[in-house]
């Protein structure tokens, strides 16, 4: 397609050495066109583009030498008009997710063409927007090929995130509707879990965004004793630019941040670097509210399931007790009849052995005491006598033993079994 | 004391008592001990730890 143009009449140069410079570049024009009449796949990085008034896209198109350090080695202006650049502009969007803008390796389709005022630039018909995200995919591949080389990668990832997640330091953009969703969401949340959270304001969109998140994190370490996590967030709905988060010294910084990152920077289809080098990455702002409410959900329920089985143990060693005592009560009381009934017949025994033995003694005293009767009824004198033995007294009442006892003419006594005899001693 | 701590203990006081390790004498000032955590903990959860408030207030 070509802008309708004054100069599109072909010019006859009479005079070859004398012509003006409308005439000489009218002539440059004509040979292009006739000597590129075919459109051209051309590949190379956007330096500069931005639609301009009237929906014309404007860029520069460069080539570096990726030998010799960045040197430019080819440049050329190139041009997308209203028409077309609306189309292509929506078809590459929807294949990278991307606005087209200068830094992005770009494969475009292009007419040469040269305005005898403008001078030569390149028209754009067509882009390949699987070039461009393959450029990007292959950037992101080398961001973190050097991550993982600096052995950083996984560091952010291996940070324990708090059983409680409730300090939460926000990067974000103040006036982003996704932090004011994300805040209202927070300190809404219907369990009634606390959050405090603070904005550390950053540029999410843009060539800032890698200088002023960086700033952002800095900040936060500084005083990372008073924060739980870093939340990274950007608000949906408007396709944004992922690739301003693919910077190298951005997620090297967010790798070795001393708190769990967890972003949110809201894209359904890619991840940026900065997702995979962070402890967590969820699509969207609400996403990251909903999983903060989550783990306060799950430290609650640990906290109720610890109080449950608290309160069922000791109710259940409470029953066990009053079981163990309800046991006692009744079986107590038996082994105490138990005990009684052996003592009783104990007892009833040791009288009955008792019994046995006082009789068997009384007998036995019985007896002796027969037996001394019988000695001593052996021994009566009365019995002597009446078998014809006698006795004698002297005059004073002692008995005669002995015959000198007593001198003639003394009186005794003599006692008989029946009566006694008066007598006096003659010899 | 921390979250940490105290959600610990509680796992450990949890443990020892349906284990039925905690004798009965014990087990009313262990009870006391855990209601303390599970409140402590519960504030956690919906209450502005008081140094962190103070912090924020302060900036």
Redesign the interface.
């Known amino acids: 397609m070509r802008e309708p143009d004054s100069g599109s009449r072909l010019y006859v140069v009479s005079n070859l050495a004398e012509v003006t410079l409308f005439e000489l570049n009218t002539l440059v024009r004509e040979t292009l066109e006739l000597g590129f009449t075919d459109t051209y796949w051309v590949q190379g990085e956007l330096a500069e583009g931005r639609a301009g008034y009237g929906g014309h896209f404007y860029g520069e198109l460069i080539e570096r030498d990726e030998e010799a350090g960045k040197g430019i080695v080819a440049k050329a202006r190139v041009t997308c008009w209203a028409t077309a650049y609306r189309r292509l502009s929506r078809e590459f969007e929807a294949v990278t997710g991307e606005t087209l803008r200068a830094g992005m390796k770009v494969m475009l389709e292009v007419e040469v063409s040269f305005h005898q005022q403008y001078g030569y630039s390149l028209n754009i018909l067509g882009i390949d927007p699987s070039y461009t995200l393959g450029d990007m995919a292959r950037r992101r591949q080398e961001i973190l090929r050097q991550l993982e080389e600096d052995g950083i990668l996984h560091d952010n990832a291996e940070l324990p995130l708090p059983l409680l997640t409730q300090r939460i330091a926000v990067i974000s953009s103040a006036s982003a509707a996704g932090y004011g969703d994300f805040c209202n969401q927070l300190n809404d949340n219907e369990y009634g879990f606390h959050f405090s959270l603070r904005l550390f304001p950053a540029v999410m969109q843009g060539d800032r965004v890698e200088e002023s998140v960086i700033a952002a994190l800095q900040q936060i370490a500084e005083e990372q004793e008073q924060w739980d996590a870093v939340v990274i967030i950007r608000g949906g709905g408007a396709i944004s630019d992922l690739s301003d988060f693919d910077s190298y010294p951005l997620a090297a910084c967010v790798a070795q941040m001393p708190l769990p990152v967890i972003t949110g920077i809201g894209h359904e289809r890619d991840e940026t670097v900065l997702d995979h080098v962070a402890h967590t990455h969820l699509k969207t702002p609400t996403a990251v509210a909903a999983f903060l409410i989550d783990r306060m959900l799950v430290a609650a329920v640990r906290v109720d399931d610890l109080a449950q089985r608290i309160t069922r143990s000791v109710s259940d060693a409470l029953a066990r007790e009053q079981q163990r005592l309800l046991r006692l009560s009744t079986t107590l009381p038996l082994a105490f009849q138990t005990v009684r009934e052996r003592q009783t017949h104990r007892i009833d025994s040791l009288i009955q052995s008792l019994r046995t033995v006082c009789g068997a003694q009384k007998q036995l005293q019985h007896h002796r005491i027969n037996l001394l009767e019988q000695q001593f009824r052996n021994l009566d004198p009365q019995l002597l006598l009446q078998r014809g033995y006698s006795m004698t007294f002297t005059a004073d009442g002692r008995l005669l033993r002995d015959a000198s006892q007593v001198a003639p003419g003394e009186v005794i006594t003599t006692r008989l079994a029946d009566g006694t005899l008066t007598s006096v001693v003659h010899s | 004391m921390t ?2 701590e105290a ?1 610990n203990k ?2 450990t ?2 443990r020892q ?2 284990q ?1 390790s ?1 004798p ?1 004498d014990e ?1 009313a000032d262990r ?1 006391r001990e ?1 209601q303390d955590l ?1 409140k402590y ?2 504030e ?6 008081e140094a ?2 103070e ?2 207030d302060s ?1």
């Open positions: 979250y940490e959600i509680l796992e006081l949890a008592m349906e039925g905690v009965v087990m009870l855990a599970i903990c519960r956690r959860l919906v209450k502005a730890d962190v408030k912090i924020l900036k």
